[in-house]
Nanobody
Framework: QLQLVESGGGVVQPGGSLRLSCSVSGDRVDDYAIGWFRQAPGREREGLAC????????TVEDSVKGRFTILRDNSKSSVYLQMTGLKPEDTAVYYCATESTRSLTILRGRYVCPNYDYWGQGTQVTVSS
């Protein structure tokens, strides 16, 4: 049974950093795209970044580009979201997700994160002084 487990959330001061981890069962990290999302209370879910193998492609959404980085370690079946320069508006529950179709869409030279079919339970990130 496919499982995605997020960890690494917590409370951090503005300007601080956190590294979130997404542990994925099986060989999915190597075969399928993995992405990160967040959802704050009263707000819509927001896509942040995604990564895939073969071809090796990564996308970080403009809203967090320059502060967030997505990393993948196939040997550990894990994908990470490195967050720096955190702001109070980054406070949210952060989720990782994966797809089931290995879709590949390139639009104007940019890898488009796919639609996802499987989700983790999320990890809370709170940015507060």
């Amino acid at each position: 049974q496919l499982q995605l487990v997020e960890s690494g959330g917590g409370v951090v001061q503005p300007g601080g950093s956190l590294r979130l981890s997404c542990s994925v069962s099986g060989d999915r990290v190597d075969d399928y795209a993995i992405g990160w999302f967040r959802q704050a209370p009263g707000r819509e879910r927001e896509g942040l970044a995604c990564t895939r193998n073969r071809p090796n492609l990564t996308t970080v959404e403009d809203s967090v580009k320059g502060r967030f980085t997505i990393l993948r370690d196939n040997s550990k079946s894990s994908v990470y979201l490195q967050m720096t320069g955190l702001k109070p508006e980054d406070t949210a529950v952060y989720y990782c997700a994966t797809e089931s179709t290995r879709s590949l869409t390139i639009l104007r030279g940019r890898y488009v994160c796919p639609n996802y079919d499987y989700w983790g339970q999320g990890t809370q990130v709170t940015v507060s002084s």
